[in-house]
């Protein structure tokens, strides 16, 4: 058994500034320190929430400074759940040219999702949502009880 | 955040620290590369070994780097890449791109 629901939850909403994608990795990756989480993935799911964030504001909020961008985490189960949403229009995932074809590695850009995809386990979009798209990205982690879990393990 | 830089055998050797991250990093990477190019540099070697994270946009500023210079008629390589690093550099399949060492005087001589 790992944490459950009632375990941390936080929220954050910043503004479309790209210097705010600094803060939001920092926060984050804090919340994964406390939960005893190993570095190396601690370092993946930061590195897949900066890349979640700096495509909100470049790509989702046009960097429009007066648009928001809220980032939830959350542990359900053993599972790492970030959500990451801006108030731009959407797009096609499909249409996001794979930045791994011959003719685009040598692009400066188009390799965020590509990062967020090899980091986390699961990724959808969300564009029915009434601000925006949102990504939905969960990663399966290992959590060590906590003491008040061993005790209800126990009594159990 | 000026990048440091300093010459060994007619190759210029460019030492980022830290971040090069979106908004951190990545605009003194291309700065620096541009400014060495400029002073006539034919071949760059980025030595990556202090650099504590990269992320899309820094991967963008290498290869951004690596065109302007072989567009030039240089060469650029990277060395000492963090566990980190090459594990971006791997996922972006980037390592066929880059020559890559351990070592900067194994380096220094492939520019021969």
């Known amino acids: 058994m790992g944490y459950s629901t009632r ?80 108030e731009g229009v959407g797009f096609d995932p499909k249409q996001v040219p794979s930045p791994l074809e011959p003719e685009n590695l040598l692009k400066p850009n188009g390799r965020g999702i590509l990062l967020i995809r090899r980091f986390m386990d699961r990724v959808e979009y969300d564009f029915q949502s009434e601000r925006g798209t949102a990504l939905i990205m969960r990663k399966h982690v290992e959590l060590p009880l906590r003491n008040s879990d061993r005790q209800e393990e126990e009594e159990e | 955040m000026k990048i440091p830089a300093r010459h060994n055998s007619g190759v210029t050797i460019l030492e980022p620290k830290g971040k090069i991250t979106i908004g951190v990093g990545d605009v003194a990477l291309r700065e620096a590369v541009h400014e060495a190019v400029d002073a006539g540099a034919q071949n760059i070697l980025i030595n990556l070994q202090e650099v504590t994270t990269i992320d899309s946009s820094g991967i963008g500023e290498l290869v951004a780097a690596y065109t302007t210079v072989t567009k030039g008629g240089g060469n650029l390589k990277l060395l000492n890449l963090p566990p980190k690093v090459q594990d971006i550099l791997q996922i972006t399949q980037l390592f066929t791109v880059f020559d890559v060492f351990d070592s900067e005087d194994e380096a220094i001589a492939s520019f021969d």
Do not use: C, M, W, Y
């Open chain 1, 7 to 86: 375990e941390p939850r936080v929220h954050l909403e910043i503004g479309s500034r790209l210097e705010n994608v600094e803060l939001v990795q920092i926060a984050v990756e804090a919340s994964l320190q406390q939960l005893a989480i190993e570095e190396e993935v601690s370092n993946q799911i930061g590195t897949a929430v900066r890349e979640a964030v700096a495509n909100a504001i470049k790509h989702g909020n046009r960097s429009d400074a007066n648009k928001q961008v809220s980032v939830d985490f959350e542990i359900l189960g053993n599972e790492i759940v970030i959500e990451v949403k801006d």
